[in-house]
């Protein structure tokens, strides 16, 4: 009941974005139809959007597919919506193809968008004059307020060399990162997407931590993400990736939508032989071991960015261990920090098949994480399948039904929360096996420092066992 409680927020505010839209769209003050295929001039779909500047464009289903030597550009604040009818807008070129350039609203509808395609870690797009390009770019700009909606419904993204579709409220633009080592800066603006009957696939695979979806919000504001009958798959990093910083929610909803076979643009196969052998060592500190005598950062990789390397030294300055690792991408990653909570409810998902987790969840500073997972599945992914972890100060609410977790590398599900608050997990009706090494894998709970922690497991499978710490099953 506690949790059912905790959700009513999510539906009203769901709600309240639709009603937003509806608004938008009866304000919408040019109209345009497009009347030929060109990538060019009068009656084509760029004339439209440049130099029409039309906030409702409609394409015909007597139009053909749509051929682009470059990035359709949009740069009007007015909100914009497109009606395809089917139609694929595609490039030769490793150009973006949408790119809304101030922060308007989008709504588009039944139209494909295609790259070039044939992107891989030995083939890379961003080593050109131009950046690496997207299917959908949507740049929120500086001094932006209220809400940047963005719906999609039956829309999508092949074959680009970066994000598949990006929505922009960072100062940093491409290099604005991810989770607590993110930086730059933002505006005050929210921002809410809708993606219905979406689907990205083989996105991001030209460049270093290319997502199919993200979303970077920076300053105030929340992250609102309604996903419905869409899929995310084999994509280079995260299948979706929502990026929180500084005061702000995410706000996350998944129905009967897949995330699987993600994360592998840095390829171990080819980037394996570049990292030194150990790949990690221990020393202690008599043996007075300098930076100086271990492997450096690895050079001279397809792409160096993908081997992460770390040092540990003791207080005399010696080493005590250094690391490398070939960096892999999840299923979907949320990263909450700053004031703020993560909210994710995932009904008739699936999340398999990604070299990293299948779910991963962070939340910082304060706030709590509050998840339900319903009818959701998270099966043969490298590390867990589901893992969400929870710090500073703040609470871990979890609650499982008719889910499972199986053949995963990590764990099938991980609920960790750390310093002031407490962990209250929830199984029902559900089912791990097969994870990790099978030793009590398949549920792990911890709480640590102030607070308590419960975990609740009723009608269920647990094949692999249960880890607990600081944790009470009741
Ligand atoms: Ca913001
Ligand atoms: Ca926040
Ligand atoms: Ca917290
Ligand atoms: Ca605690």
Same mark, same amino acid.
């Given at each position: 009941m506690l949790l059912h409680n905790r959700f009513r927020p999510f539906g009203a505010l769901l709600a309240g974005v639709i009603a937003g839209l509806a608004i938008n769209v009866a304000y919408a003050d040019g109209f345009a139809v497009v009347t030929n295929n060109n990538d060019s001039g009068s009656g084509s779909l760029r004339e439209a959007l440049e130099v029409q500047q039309a906030n409702v464009v409609f394409i015909p289903r007597r139009i053909g597919d749509i051929n682009i030597t470059d990035t359709l550009e949009y740069s009007a604040t007015s909100p914009l919506v497109i009606f395809g009818t089917g139609q694929k807008v595609s490039t030769l070129h490793n150009v973006t193809l949408l790119a809304i350039t101030q922060g308007a609203d989008l709504n588009v509808s039944n139209l494909n968008f295609a790259g070039p395609g044939g992107f891989s870690i030995l083939n890379r797009g961003d080593q050109g004059s131009i950046p690496a390009g997207k299917g959908i770019f949507v740049d929120v700009r500086d001094d932006q307020t209220g809400t940047v909606n963005v719906v999609l419904n039956k829309v999508s993204v092949f074959g680009v060399a970066n994000h598949g579709i990006h929505i922009s409220d960072c100062s940093l633009a491409d290099d604005c990162g991810g989770g607590s080592s993110g930086g730059g800066e933002g505006s005050p603006a929210s921002i809410a997407l809708i993606c219905n009957q979406c689907r990205v696939e083989n996105a991001g695979n030209g460049k270093f931590d290319a997502d199919g979806l993200r979303i970077d919000d920076r300053g105030d504001g929340d992250i609102s993400a309604f996903f419905k009958?869409? %899929? +995310?798959?084999?994509?280079?990093?995260? /299948?979706?990736? *929502?990026?929180? /910083? #500084?005061? /702000? &929610? =995410? +706000? *996350?909803? %998944?129905?009967? %939508?897949? +995330? &699987?076979? #993600?994360?592998?643009?840095?390829?171990?196969? =080819?980037?394996?032989?570049?990292?030194?052998?150990?790949? @990690?060592?221990? +020393?202690? @500190? &008599?043996?007075?071991? %300098?930076?100086? @005598? =271990?492997?450096?950062?690895?050079? /001279? &990789?397809?792409d160096d960015s993908c081997i992460e390397y770390a040092v540990d030294e003791y207080d005399s300055g010696f080493v005590e261990a250094y690391e490398f690792a070939i960096d892999l991408d999840d299923g979907i990653d949320l990263d909450e920090a700053g004031e703020g909570s993560l909210w994710a409810s995932m009904i008739n998902t699936t999340i398999n098949g990604n070299l990293d987790e299948g779910v991963d969840f962070d939340e910082a500073d304060a706030g709590d994480i509050v998840a339900s997972f319903v009818r959701t599945r998270a099966t043969g992914n490298n590390d867990d399948g589901f893992k969400l972890s929870e710090e500073d100060g703040g609470n871990v609410y979890g609650d499982v039904r008719r889910s499972r977790a199986a053949d995963n590398g990590g764990k099938g599900f991980v609920f960790e929360e750390a310093d002031d608050g407490d962990l209250t997990v929830s199984v029902r009706g559900s089912s791990t096996s097969n994870n990790d090494d099978s030793d009590d894998t398949g549920i792990e709970a911890v709480q640590e420092d102030d607070g308590a922690g419960t975990l609740r497991v009723r009608s269920s499978n647990i094949a692999d066992g249960i880890d607990l710490d600081g944790v009470e099953q009741i």
């Open positions: 009958d869409s %899929t +995310f798959t084999h994509v280079g990093a995260d /299948g979706v990736e *929502l990026d929180e /910083g #500084n005061d /702000g &929610s =995410i +706000f *996350l909803k %998944t129905v009967r %939508t897949d +995330f &699987s076979d #993600n994360g592998g643009y840095c390829d171990p196969d =080819i980037l394996g032989p570049f990292v030194p052998t150990p790949d @990690e060592a221990e +020393f202690d @500190e &008599s043996e007075m071991v %300098t930076v100086a @005598e =271990i492997p450096g950062p690895v050079t /001279g &990789s397809p």
